[in-house]
């Protein structure tokens, strides 16, 4: 079993800085590419960042030169460092993992239960 959980969200003013992880754990041999998504009321779920194994990086447009993601393979953590925030980045973000659990020959994914972002004007 594959467990995700989010950490470090909150309430934060325009402009201010959010620090979220996302932490996986359970029976895991290897864990691929790891992506943060959000979904703010009455939209879609969009995604915002994401980062394969190789530490290729891709951003959605508004949150470039904002947002950096990063990972450790080690602890099988990743992070998303969150600067100069602006009220449209509210919503509740969501970590994913393509994770090979131990007993498996084939990636899975795997998705958190949400962390709420709230950004005030």
């Known amino acids: 079993q594959v467990q995700l959980v989010e950490s470090g969200g909150g309430l934060v003013q325009a402009g201010g800085s959010l620090d979220l992880s996302c932490s996986a754990s359970?029976?895991?041999?290897?864990?691929?590419?790891w992506a943060w998504y959000r979904q703010a009321p009455g939209q879609q779920r969009e995604l915002v960042a994401q980062?394969?194994?190789?530490?290729?990086?891709n951003y959605q447009d508004s949150v470039k030169g904002r947002f950096t993601i990063s990972r450790d393979n080690v602890l099988n953590i990743m992070y998303l460092r969150m600067n100069n925030l602006k009220p449209e980045d509210t919503a509740v973000y969501y970590c994913?993992?393509?994770?090979?659990?131990?007993?498996?020959?084939?990636?899975?994914?795997?998705w958190g239960q949400g962390t709420q972002v709230t950004v005030s004007s």
């Open positions: 994913s993992a393509d994770v090979m659990p131990r007993d498996h020959e084939s990636y899975r994914t795997y």
């Open positions: 359970g029976s895991i041999l290897r864990v691929g590419t």
């Open positions: 980062i394969t194994r190789g530490d290729v990086k």
